[in-house]
């Protein structure tokens, strides 16, 4: 059965950082392509960040570029997404995804999601 267990929110005031983690079971990183993707109140989910390692593709918002960084330890299982600066519009439940063929860092393009974790980013 595959899984994705988020971790790693919370509040943080603006300017900080916070490193999240997606603990990923009942597949192998090497297999999947792992995306971050991020849904604040009365807005549509996002795609943040995404890594395909067999594809050798990372992708980035325009609006977290050279905040965040995406990075995975296969031998842990585990997708991070390390972001620095952070800013109050960062403010958002933020969800781990995966998928087998990747078609782009996109919600209809993921299989398996998160239960996903809050981040508050105050002012």
């Known amino acids: 059965e595959v899984q994705l267990v988020e971790s790693g929110g919370g509040l943080v005031q603006a300017g900080g950082s916070l490193r999240l983690s997606c603990a990923a079971s009942g597949f192998t990183l090497d297999d999947y392509a792992i995306g971050w993707f991020r849904q604040a109140p009365g807005k549509e989910r996002e795609g943040v960040s995404c890594?395909?390692?067999?594809?050798?593709?990372?992708f980035y918002l325009g609006a977290v570029k050279g905040r965040f960084t995406i990075s995975s330890d296969n031998a842990k299982n585990t997708v991070y997404l390390q972001m620095n600066s952070l800013k109050p519009e960062d403010t958002a439940v933020y969800y781990c995804a995966a998928v087998s063929d990747y078609v782009g860092c996109v919600t209809y393009g993921m299989d398996y999601w998160g239960k996903g974790t809050l981040v508050t980013v105050s002012s």
């Open positions: 890594i395909s390692s067999s594809d050798g593709i990372t």
